[in-house]
């Protein structure tokens, strides 16, 4: 059984108008139904690269969430403030901290009671 259907499209890949014999034609050629292919895939391994990234990236913050008392490298992460800010609001007492050695461990409560009201 034949078809006389004749659809007017505009090709993915190349952007020219073709006349697609089925409803499903995406392309005007195999040429460009290779390279779209192509495309295709590239995109898709992108979008998974990018989310691979993201996760890694919030991974730390992650794992800075779950500590209860921390230094002052993983509290700068917490407030995305820098160690330098933490050290000073720590010599000027608005920030309680404890110092081991050399050390300093600051509690998360804390942390968390600066920014309640």
């Given at each position: 059984m034949s078809s006389n259907i004749r659809v007017n499209r505009v090709c993915q890949y190349c952007r020219r108008d073709f006349v697609a014999k089925k409803t499903t034609s995406q392309t005007c050629s195999d040429h460009?139904?290779?390279m779209f292919y192509k495309v295709r895939q590239r995109a898709a391994k992108m979008e998974q690269s990018d989310s691979e990234t993201l996760a890694i990236k919030a991974k730390p913050i992650e794992e800075v969430k779950?500590?209860?008392?921390?230094?002052?490298?993983?509290?700068?992460?917490l407030l995305g403030v820098s160690r330098w800010t933490l050290q000073r609001l720590i010599k000027r007492r608005a920030l309680p901290a404890i110092k081991f050695g050399n050390h300093t461990i600051i509690s998360r409560q804390r942390i968390n009671d600066m920014f309640t009201l």
């Amino acid at each position: 059984m034949s078809s006389n259907i004749r659809v007017n499209r505009v090709c993915q890949y190349c952007r020219r108008d073709f006349v697609a014999k089925k409803t499903t034609s995406q392309t005007c050629s195999d040429h460009c139904a290779k390279m779209f292919y192509k495309v295709r895939q590239r995109a898709a391994k992108m979008e998974q690269s990018d989310s691979e990234t993201l996760a890694i990236k919030a991974k730390p913050i992650e794992e800075v969430k779950i500590k209860e008392f921390l230094n002052i490298a993983d509290a700068s992460k917490l407030l995305g403030v820098s160690r330098w800010t933490l050290q000073r609001l720590i010599k000027r007492r608005a920030l309680p901290a404890i110092k081991f050695g050399n050390h300093t461990i600051i509690s998360r409560q804390r942390i968390n009671d600066m920014f309640t009201l």
